[in-house]
């Protein structure tokens, strides 16, 4: 079994684009900052590290939905599988490569603390970005209202 679940940040926003064809499919591409838990272990470079990078792939509906909703210091939860390949670079090169396909994706905060500044990874140069205005408007108890338009089954849960 090829499962994997994943709570982390969005590094920076996701980057989407269109596939070629008759019918044209959004795919997003974004980069997870995961904690790692216990002890924090120490880089080649000697610095701590105390996350993981993973980059992540969602296609259709689910690129769409990550284009329109995900922002820099988001922090979601994913599920999916991992994926692995290789190709040539053109040194010659052979380059490795190893992905999450989503699957699944869920906002991991309500409105509220995803602009509040707790948390995130420190070390990298990754900070936590100012809060941004969201679609809609939040209600009293901290969820943001979907807004017109947007179908039910477009949204990564039920």
Known sequence: MNKVILMGRLTR????????????????????????????SQSQDGSEQSADFIPCVAFDRAG??????????????ISG????GSYTNRDGQKVYTTEVIIEDQEFADSK??????????????YQQPPARPEPGS????GFMNIPDGVEDEGLPFN
């Open 138 to 141: 939040a209600i009293g108890d």
């Open 13 to 40: 926003d996701p980057e989407v684009r269109y596939s070629q064809g008759e019918r044209s499919m959004a795919i997003a591409r974004y980069t997870l900052a995961v904690d790692r838990r216990g002890r924090r």
């Open 81 to 84: 599988r991992i994926q692995t």
């Open 64 to 77: 769409e939905f990550a284009e329109k909703y995900f922002r820099q210091g988001m922090r979601v939860l």
């Open 112 to 125: 509220n603390a995803s602009g509040t500044g707790t948390g995130g990874y420190a070390g990298g140069g």
